[in-house]
């Protein structure tokens, strides 16, 4: 099996053909890649994605990376840094549901006033507790 090459290695190999075949028709009949192709991993340093191009060049393939479920994003740590950079969950607040002007003090002063206002709109025209 063929060793893996680098991008920077394939680029480098590019333009060394570049100084000896003189077009990027030839390089890329070299390499087995389009001209185009050819052109932009060797003047702009681009990373190909396809495949089929990478085995030809005989870089790594890439693979799909799970997103994580909290936020969508692809993670290389092992916490999620969504919730307050920190990598844990939010904190979770208590509410005694005995005593109703405590229950609302806990409310607003965690959540806010803006909060309460749609939990009542949501209670009122979706469910009928009370």
């Known amino acids: 099996m063929d060793k893996q090459r680098s991008l920077a290695a394939i680029r480098y190999l590019i333009l060394q053909e570049k ?3 003189k077009t990027w028709r030839d390089i890329a009949e070299v390499f087995g890649i389009s001209c185009g192709m050819a052109w932009r991993i060797g003047m702009t340093g ?3 994605k396809e495949d089929k191009i990478r085995a030809k060049l005989r870089l790594p393939l890439l693979v799909p990376a799970p997103a994580c479920l909290k ?3 692809v ?3 092992k ?3 969504a919730n307050n ?3 844990r969950r939010p ?3 208590a509410i005694r549901v005995d005593n109703p002007e405590s229950a609302a003090r806990t409310i607003e002063k965690h959540f806010g006033k803006a909060f309460i206002s749609e939990l009542i709109e949501l209670l009122d025209t979706r469910y009928d507790y009370y």
């Open 19 to 21: 100084s000896r075949l």
């Open 46 to 48: 681009y990373e190909p």
């Open 71 to 73: 936020c969508g994003q």
């Open 75 to 77: 993670h290389v740590t």
């Open 79 to 81: 916490k999620c840094m």
């Open 85 to 87: 950079g920190n990598g």
């Open 91 to 93: 904190r979770r607040v």
